[in-house]
Each structure stands twice: as C-alpha cells, then as structure tokens.
C-alpha cells in the first residue's frame, strides 16, 4: 500500500515537472499514430459513456454561442415574431398534409422573407428534417448507405 501511494505521488511530481516534455511526446504519437489514437479514443469513449455524455452536455451550451448560431437566431426570432402569423392567416394549415395543429414554421433557407419558409405541423416539419439527414449521408457507387 505505501509502495503504490509512493509511486503516486512520485508520478503527480514528474507529470507537474515534465508536463512540456509529456505533451510533446503526446503530440508525437497521435502524429506518427493516428488511427491508432482515434482506436484508443473510441475505445475510450465506449468503456466511459457517461463521462463522455457529462462532457457533452456542459460543452453544448459553450458550441451553440457561435456567430453562425448568433445569425440563426436573430433570423429565427424574427420568423417566428413576424413571419408566423402572416402565414398562418395566409395558409390557415400545413402545407403538406393539411393538419391545424402544432403549427411550425420550416426555413428552407435561413433568410428572412416568406418563399424561404414553409407552415408545417410539427410531424411533417420532422419528416422533412429526417429526410434531409438521410440525404447528406455519404453513398457508395451503387447507391448504398456508406
């Protein structure tokens, strides 16, 4: 027991004196070993789901304060303040399946102006979403899903 909290101690003490040299090394192998490392992350990451979880819930708030998430927004308040109750007045429904309720707005493209955005109920709204992912998805040259 000594022994092992010895040797604790001895490796807080190197790792605080060698820290530029650790770092180095560290720089080095991903470098030289970059499959590799990306095996070891992974391997990482499945051995330790709810850290990873932890992690990406408290850095989500940080990533969404881009400049890019800023102008998103500034469009999607404005949509919603403005743009919603002209086209509800205007199409009174879905403009797929003709449903009243759980009206959304869908921006086809983050513009602020009525031909870039659709009324949706909210299921349709997710569908076309759903869609879009399934399109970006990379394809082999037959067609299949990568």
């Not at 400049?67 to 109750?85: C, F, Q, T």
Request: glycine share 0%.
């Amino acid at each position: 027991m000594i022994n092992k909290e010895k040797n604790k101690e001895y490796q807080k003490r190197y790792r605080k004196k060698n820290k530029s040299k650790i770092l180095e090394k560290q720089r080095e192998f991903y470098k030289n070993n970059k499959k590799k490392h990306i095996k070891e992350v992974r391997k990482w990451q499945d051995k330790n789901k709810q850290k990873v979880r932890n992690y990406k819930r408290k850095y989500k708030i940080k990533e969404r304060k881009t400049e890019a998430y800023k102008e998103k927004k500034k469009i999607w308040d404005y949509a919603y303040r403005n743009l919603k109750p002209l086209l509800i007045k205007k199409y009174k429904k879905c403009q797929k399946c003709d449903s009243k309720e759980n009206l959304e707005l869908h921006h086809i493209e983050y513009k602020n102006n009525l031909d870039n955005v659709m009324l949706l109920c909210k299921s349709c709204h997710l569908k076309i979403h759903k869609l879009n992912k399934i399109k970006k998805r990379k394809r082999d040259k037959k067609g299949r899903l990568i």
